[in-house]
C-alpha cells in the first residue's frame, strides 16, 4: 500500500516517538490494538480498586467511549474486513473485553455504546 493510500484511511493515535520510516496502515492498526490489549488490564486493575474503596467508577465510562471511537473508525470500516484474519480477531476480542468491563461499571452506558458506535456485532 502506497502511502498516499493510508491518508484515505480513518485517523488515530500512535505513538510519535518513533523515528522509523512509516509503517503500513495495518502496522499502525495492529499497534493501536496493542496499545489497549496492555491498557484495559490496567484500566480493569484501577476500576476495582476504586470500587473496593467505594469510589465512584462512572468516570471511567468516558474513557471507554474514546477507546469504542477509535476502534469504530477502523473496525467498521469495509476495507478492515480485508485485513489479515488474526488482526481482525484481536480487534474483535478487544471490543468484547472493553464491552464486558464496561457493562460491569455501566451497564446503561455499555448498551448506549453498542448502539452509538455500532458494535452490536462485537456482542
Not at 27 to 43: C, D, F, G, R, T
Not at 69 to 85: C, G, H, P, S
Not at 102 to 123: N, S, T, W
Amino acid at each position: 500500500m502506497s502511502y498516499n493510500n493510508q491518508r484515505s484511511h480513518p485517523p488515530f493515535s500512535t505513538p510519535s516517538t518513533s523515528t522509523s520510516s512509516p509503517k503500513t496502515f495495518s502496522e499502525k492498526v495492529a499497534n493501536l490494538i496493542s496499545q489497549y490489549e496492555l491498557a484495559l488490564p490496567h484500566l480493569a486493575l484501577a476500576i476495582d480498586a476504586e470500587r473496593n474503596s467505594d469510589l465512584n467508577v462512572s468516570e471511567h465510562t468516558q474513557t471507554l467511549f474514546g477507546i469504542y471511537r477509535k476502534l469504530e473508525l477502523v473496525l467498521t470500516a469495509d476495507w478492515f474486513k480485508q485485513e489479515d484474519e488474526r488482526l481482525q480477531q484481536r480487534g474483535r476480542i478487544l471490543v468484547k473485553d472493553t464491552l464486558l468491563l464496561h457493562r460491569i461499571i455501566d451497564p446503561r452506558g455499555a448498551e448506549a455504546a453498542v448502539e452509538k458506535y455500532h458494535l452490536r456485532q462485537f456482542c
